[in-house]
């Protein structure tokens, strides 16, 4: 190969560029997020949100998408778990009413994985803030 | 050379289908969606109204001039978080006024009624049985509900085409142009506003009828607006139509409309 | 092949620079209209559809007139047309390229576009639209690409493209079809509500299309050794000639049933268009021009001592595809829209972003036209046809 330095050279630098996240962050990774929750949300259900909180934690996102299908959809309101307790299918309404703390609750694992759901563009944040 | 290359692209290309088919067939399926929770289920409240198709009756005698008409309209405003935009090309009306020979083109004239010719109409969306708006929607995000007839908006699903807005003969469709949300006055904080880029219009206020109020015009009308079942045959709106010549706005379109006026 | 499309003359490479500018202006104005929402427009409550749908509605004619090439060459032997059937591929590639863009700028939600796909519903036109123009796209590239391969290795294409290429001719005529059908099956709008909604638009479609074509394929003559040929131009007039008179006819067609007739709702948007309608008449300059032109391109294009003159054949094309664009764009949609169904006049105007975004979605069409049509021509200088 004639232009064997130059290639080797372009390999290295691509190879440093496609790796810089790694070995820019070396030793700095962030800390894993605590989300904070509110007293009402700690002392509501027994400390249990409508489903139980691995459920939550890995697929609040799938049960939304049930709500919002079920009420929008099909006229239904109620959400029944699997331990009989009854809630109103609402975002704004029913999560938000324990979970009024978006900042310190939503927003930090959101911010931390970088994710940025639209829901708020139309669902109010706070219903129960007095401004 | 050639050949082998050629066939190990064909390879990699049914390889490729084989193993894309199945999350995409699945991505088809989920229309329900959170079919991952067990043991749960989804029903209606205690309190929720039921019908086959949900029908008014106005009766527009009970009316004088715009006033009587502004403290209906404002309820459905207020809790709907409706915006007010001072550019009329962007506005936002889920009920309105018209006059007689704009609400019902098909039936104005030269020499009418005094009264009909200067009083104000309330029109709406008409809930058609027979909507035209959601024959021509491409996803199914207005879609007429089954369970009671409403013609219902999906604000997740809309893409924001307009194609409802073109189709719909009555003009109850409007656009969010812009975010609505530095143009409401008042948030009613129970009720979610919209976001730029879809279509709105009337809900016959589902999440009212849904814990057992009517909606938020029929209560402010002290009872000019009457609400109920088409399909039973006992209910005040049945009652209503088999008592009083009423009208409706462009009968012979075939759109069937729910909204009908006792003039 | 793609070679050829990147290497060329400094005009080449300063046209190509000036359309990348012009994209990127529209684009930056596009990244304004997803900021702030689709206000920025001049489009209304009353008149939701406005410039973008305008001209996606005018381009969706101008790819299936490509398809006047093709029937001809293919189902009727008309073996001089084989020099310029990949002329008409590409500009139907080009012109499929700016309706897809101009109907996802005028979207209001566009990355929930997919939803089409994920929640199909055969109820409704616009699906079918969707399938339909993506459909042809996928043709013509095959197509196009294929029988443009095989010219340059000096072989036949191979039998497999055959049936493709017998698909895109009812398959032009259904994407305008189907197009016409989004307006025409509207109980609200009196304006579109006509059966022959669907004739007018292939008639316009088969007269703009093949006009530009000519006028690509006299420029293709001056800037590259490649000839369209004149026997050909010559029959793509004749066919823009019989086109044109049709379309014309068909609104003539028109104005009787809706002024004989003397029904209101059926006399009112033409009225709005060419006369005004309660002091509103911002179109009406617009739509006498039209058809103006269109009578001119008429006159120049059936008397042959014009129309063999390629000069005057030149203006003829450029009234008749500009006519074709006022009637089509402006004032199709507009007439539709106004009065509303209420009865209210709501006129429109474009607004300036709302033009610049065009512009781009113009640019990005002239580029994809100009790499495709280069690539072309450089492959017909290649085996000297």
């Known amino acids: 190969m004639s232009n064997k330095n130059l290639i080797i050279a372009g390999v290295v630098i691509f190879v440093a560029v496609v790796a810089f996240p790694f070995w820019f962050n070396m030793g700095k990774a962030a800390p894993a997020p605590e989300p904070e929750l509110t007293a009402r949300a700690k002392a509501a259900n027994h400390g249990q949100c409508v489903m139980p909180t691995d459920f939550m934690k890995s697929d609040h996102m799938k049960l939304l998408d049930l709500w919002r299908h079920s009420v929008v959809r099909n006229g239904e309101r109620t959400f029944v778990n699997s331990s009989g307790q009854e809630f109103n299918m609402s975002l704004s309404n029913t999560c938000l009413d324990c979970h009024s703390n978006k900042k310190e609750f939503c927003d930090r694992c959101h911010d931390y994985a970088s994710v940025r759901p639209y829901c708020w563009d139309c669902h109010i944040e706070n219903p129960k803030e007095t401004e | 050379m050639e050949d082998s290359r050629r066939r190990f692209l064909k390879l990699a290309g049914v390889s490729a289908l084989g ?51 502004e403290p209906i309209i404002e309820a459905c405003d207020k809790i709907h978080n409706i915006p007010k935009f001072e ?18 083109p098909g039936l104005a004239q030269r020499f009418t009624d005094e009264r009909i010719e200067q009083l104000p109409f309330l029109v709406l969306c008409n809930h058609c049985e027979n909507p035209p708006c959601c024959r021509a929607c491409p996803t199914k995000a207005t879609f007429k509900r089954e369970s009671d007839g409403i013609v219902m908006m999906d604000f997740h699903r809309c893409i924001g085409c307009r194609f409802c807005m073109a189709a719909c003969p009555y003009g109850s469709r409007s656009f969010n142009f812009r975010d609505p949300r530095p143009f409401i006055e008042v948030t009613n904080k129970e009720f979610p506003t919209r976001t730029k880029g879809v279509v709105e219009k009337c809900n016959f206020c589902a999440e009212r009828l849904a814990v057992g109020k009517m909606p938020a015009c029929v209560e402010a009308s002290n009872g000019a607006i009457a609400f109920g079942d088409l399909y039973d045959p006992h209910s005040e709106v049945r009652e209503l139509l088999r008592t009083n010549y009423t009208i409706r706005r462009k009968q012979s379109l075939g759109t069937e409309p729910s909204v009908y006026y006792i003039v | 092949m793609l070679e050829l499309a990147i290497k060329g003359s400094k005009k080449y490479y300063g046209w190509l620079a000036a359309l990348l500018v012009v994209i990127g202006i529209g684009f930056l104005v596009y990244l304004k209209q997803l900021d702030f929402g689709l206000g920025i427009t001049g489009m209304s409550r009353d008149v939701t559809w406005g410039f973008y749908i305008a001209n996606f509605t005018f381009l969706v004619g101008v790819a299936a007139g490509g398809v006047m090439v093709v029937l001809p060459y293919y189902l009727h032997d008309y073996k001089a047309f084989g020099r310029i059937t990949i002329l008409g591929e590409f500009l139907a590639i080009a012109a499929l390229v700016m309706c897809i863009l101009f109907v996802l700028v005028d979207l209001g939600q566009p990355m929930r576009v997919f939803n089409t796909l994920i929640y199909p519903s055969p109820n409704s036109v616009l699906f079918f639209d969707i ?43 259904s994407i305008h079809t189907v197009t016409a059908y989004l307006y025409a099956g509207l109980p609200g709008r009196h304006f579109w509500l006509t059966a022959i909604m669907a004739p007018r638009f292939l008639s316009s479609a088969f007269a703009a299309g093949p006009a530009l074509l000519i006028l690509l394929c006299l420029f293709v003559r001056r800037v590259s050794k490649f000839d369209p040929g004149r026997e050909q131009i010559q029959a793509l007039a004749k066919i823009v000639a019989y086109a044109i008179c049709i379309n014309v006819f068909f609104f003539l067609c028109e104005v009787f049933t809706a002024f004989y007739s003397n029904i209101p709702d059926h006399k009112v948007h033409i009225q709005y268009l060419f006369f005004g309608l309660h002091g509103h008449s911002s ?103």
């Not at chain 2, 550019?87 to 019902?104: D, L, M, P, V």
């Not at chain 3, 399938?131 to 196009?144: A, D, E, H, K, R």
């Not at chain 3, 709302?354 to 017909?380: D, H, P």
Request: glycine share 10%.
């Open chain 3, 131 to 173: 399938i339909v123009l993506q459909g042809y796209l996928f043709i013509n590239l095959i197509v196009g690409w294929n029988v443009l391969e095989a010219e340059r290795n000096g072989t036949h294409y191979q039998a497999w493209v055959k049936p493709f290429i017998y698909l895109s001719i009812p398959w032009a005529v």
């Open chain 3, 283 to 385: 179109l009406v300059p617009f739509m006498w021009t039209s058809y103006g032109l269109m009578l001119v391109s008429i006159i120049l294009l059936v008397n042959p001592v014009t129309r063999k003159n390629e000069g005057v054949l030149a203006v003829a094309c450029v009234t008749t595809f500009v006519g074709t664009w006022i009637d089509k764009g402006l004032g199709m949609i507009s007439g539709g829209f106004v009065p509303n169904p209420l009865h209210h006049v709501h006129e429109y105007a474009p607004s300036i972003p709302e033009i610049i975004i065009t512009l781009g979605v113009y640019g990005i069409g002239a580029l994809i036209l100009t790499l495709l049509y280069k690539m072309a021509v450089g492959v017909k200088e290649e085996v000297g046809a």
């Open chain 2, 87 to 104: 550019n009329k090309n962007h506005e936002i009306k889920w009920i309105w006024e018209e006059h007689f020979h704009n609400a019902f």
């Open chain 2, 19 to 69: 193993l894309t088919t199945r999350p995409v067939l699945n991505a088809f399926a989920s229309e329900g969606g959170g079919e991952d929770a067990h043991g749960v289920e989804v029903k209606k409240g205690d309190k929720a109204l039921i019908a086959k198709q949900w029908a008014m009756v106005i009766d527009t005698r009970e009316f004088e001039s715009a006033e009587d008409l």
